[in-house]
Each structure stands twice: as C-alpha cells, then as structure tokens.
C-alpha cells in the first residue's frame, strides 16, 4: 500500500494515478474538509480528465482520510513555498510531513518526497527528522527524490507521458521506487542521486523563467521606442536556431514563478541571471498597470471603474490562480492605494476572491470600456467580437481587432 501525503495540485492526480492502475492507495491530508469532499465522491478542483481518473480510482478502491498510515511506501507532495525575505526554500511542511510519518511507519519503509525543494534541501530537513526518531538512514528508513513534473491544464495526460527523475541514495531502492512509477509512466524514467534530483527539477523550471524573461525585457525594449515585439520575435523565430516566446503579463503557477527562488536563496552572488529573470519577470504586472495609465490618458479616460481585468488564473483554461499576475496586479494597486472599483472577470474562477468581481462575461462587458486580456481562456478567443465596441489592452497576443493595444 501507498500512503500519499497531501492532496493538492499534485498529490491528489498522483494518488488517483496510482490507484487507477492497481495499486493500493490511502490519501492523506490534514485538510479535513478536503477530505470529506473526496470521500463524498467529488473532486477539489478542475481539470482535464481529473473526473474520469477519480471514478476509475474510487472503482479500484482508493480510500482519503485525514490520518497517516502504516505501511512501507510513503509519497510526500505537501507545498514548498518560499520565504520572500531570504528567497530560500521553506522546507517546513515537508519536514512535519516526514515527522508525521515517522511517527507511525515500521522499520524499512521508504519515504519519496515528490515536493520540489531546493538542492540539499533533503539533507538539511529531512534527514535530520528521520535521525531524531532514532532511525538510521539506509536501513531503517530510505530517502527518494522523485520530483513532479506535471503542468496544471494538462496533469493526467503528463502523468503518464511526462519522464520522470528517480533520486535515491540507494540504487536499488531507487529501482525498487522506478518500478512502481512504471505502474502508470510511459516516459523515461532516470535513476540518480538525491541532489541531482533536487538540482534538477529547479534547474528546469528555472530555465523556463529566464527565457520568459528574455521575451518581456524585450517587450519592454520595444515599447520604449515603439516596435512591434510581435512581429520582430515572428521574423527572428525563422532563425532555425532561435526560438523566442511570446511576452505576457508576469509568471504564475506554483513552479516557474518560484523555484528560481530557491537558486537565487542559497547561491547568493552565483545565481546573478537568475536573479535578473526573476525581476524582470516580478516587474511585468506593474509594467502592464502603466500600459493601462497610458491607455487611459490617451482615450481621455478618468474613471478606473470602467476598466476591466480578464482572468484571474495564472493560465488559460484552469482555474489554478497561484501566483497569478492578475492578482498581483491588484495587491499592487492596493499597495499603491489606486484599486478603485476596477472590475474582474474569469470564467474559471467560481468563488468571489476579490471585490468587484463579476461572475458572466456580458454582464462584465457591460460596465467597463476598456478589457485588459490577462489570460487567454477559450471562452474569450472564441467570443473575442463582444470587444468590438471596447478598447482593449492584449497582453496574451490573442486579439486581432483593429486599434487593438499590445504589451
């Protein structure tokens, strides 16, 4: 049996996984409304296929409840924030999650922190809980790394396509863990060290943050001095070596907005593009709120209630908002005391997180003049005439209306 040890973006798919292909599961979290939900046969959040793989693992006998279990595997996939004074990793959930296993596992189980963490993050957190509990590491208890990889929009389907790294400080364990991955992972699946592992999955997402920073300091550039960023990054993209993406209005998500961080935490002086990406990329919501200024200015408009905020999701068609620009956005504009009845609107986003937000898209069109485009939802690509009589800020390059303003 599998005890998975939080239940959030990537807990509950990888529990279902699990469970749907056979395997015996018991998920955990200390969420007990959470759990109460999946127990009462629903799902906690939306996403592609998540329906069906929680039928097909409620019918192969998954089982949630708010109290660890014993056995001998334990998957760990509790939060890892980081701290935004020091930009290191904040290590705390996973090291009370491990403590909490410690407390009811028997001799030689296997825990595997599927948490992403910072390099040496394992050696200076876990393996210290573990050691306090009088267990000695290697016999008594086996460390695995086996950092997710998994894209909100698309989780189910990378689950299973998605290569998948194995960090262990044992081979064969990190065999022994590889094998049950292969339960449902048809990608490559790499057995390596713990470190490797941590380093690895940073090193990933990291590299996606810095060539996002790439197109939106370019944005910047162009906006300065009045090019169009969208055409000159097309003709450069024929370059058979190049590759530019498309600027946006800041970086979302639990992974490419934070895992840098922990780089730039604990490599101070080292991590210097790192660090730069990761400013440029933090400094895109505000770079948009003066786009917004000008735009007013220049349509002689003074009233901010008429302006309104498509999207509150950090992507296109989830309703995953971690991080988002949009909300960024907004804490911005409260810290600088200029919120306003600014308007918001996403059709993903069911429950009220912020005022004035509206919850059908006409009714939203009605009481705003200008629409900022701050996520690309099918919904609007697909209704993008209802702009026509707008002014509309693009900052996803999705609308091709005449007069219509870009980034």
């Not at 529990?15 to 999946?38: K, P």
């Not at 296929?49 to 998957?75: H, N, W």
């Not at 705003?368 to 693009?394: A, F, P, R, T």
Request: aromatic content about 8%.
């Amino acid at each position: 049996m599998i005890n998975v040890v939080g239940l959030g973006y990537i807990g509950l798919p990888t529990a279902l996984m699990f469970a749907a292909h056979d395997v015996e599961v018991v998920g955990t979290d200390y969420n007990e409304d959470l759990v109460n939900t999946l127990n009462a046969g629903r799902t906690t959040f939306e996403e592609e296929g998540l329906s069906k793989l929680f039928q097909a693992a409620v019918e192969k006998g998954i089982r949630f409840s708010s109290a660890y279990q014993r056995t001998d595997l334990y998957i760990v996939a509790v939060p890892t924030p980081y701290d935004k004074a020091s930009k290191k990793v904040d290590a705390s959930y996973v090291a009370k999650a491990v403590e909490n296993v410690m407390e009811v596992c028997p001799k030689g189980a296997v825990v595997v922190v599927e948490s992403t963490v910072s390099p040496g993050t394992i050696d200076r957190y876990v393996r210290p809980v573990v050691e306090a509990r009088g267990f000695v590491i290697g016999e008594d208890i086996h460390l695995v790394h086996a950092p997710e990889r998994i894209i909100p929009g698309n989780m189910v389907y990378e689950l299973k396509h998605n290569s998948r790294t194995i960090g262990a400080d044992s081979p064969q364990i990190g065999e022994r863990v590889k094998e049950l991955y292969r339960s449902f992972c048809e990608g490559e699946i790499v057995v390596t060290d713990i470190r490797t592992a941590e380093m690895t999955k940073v090193v990933e997402n990291t590299f996606r943050d810095i060539n996002i920073a790439f197109a939106n300091e370019l944005a910047k550039i162009c906006r300065s001095d009045n090019m169009d960023v969208y055409e000159i990054i097309r003709i450069a993209n024929k370059h058979p070596r190049v590759n530019i993406l498309s600027p946006g209005p800041g970086v979302g998500g639990h992974c490419i907005s934070v895992d840098p961080w922990f780089l730039v935490g604990d490599y101070p002086g080292l991590a210097n593009i790192i660090l730069s990406a990761r400013k440029i990329n933090d400094s895109m919501p505000d770079f948009v709120l003066e786009r917004i200024h000008a735009i007013m200015k220049e349509n002689h408009m003074t009233d901010v209630g008429r302006v309104g905020l498509y999207g509150l999701t950090y992507k296109e068609n989830v309703d995953d908002m971690r991080e988002s620009p949009t909300l960024q956005m907004l804490e911005s504009m409260e810290r600088h005391l200029c919120g306003g009845q600014i308007k918001v609107y996403d059709p993903y986003v069911t429950q009220d997180v912020t005022a004035n937000q509206y919850h059908d898209l006409d009714a939203f069109l009605r009481e705003v003049d200008l629409v900022v485009l701050l996520v690309g939802h099918d919904e609007i690509k697909e209704q993008m005439e209802k702009l026509k009589s707008k002014i509309v800020l693009d900052t996803r390059h999705i609308c091709f209306l005449d007069g219509t303003y870009r980034l």
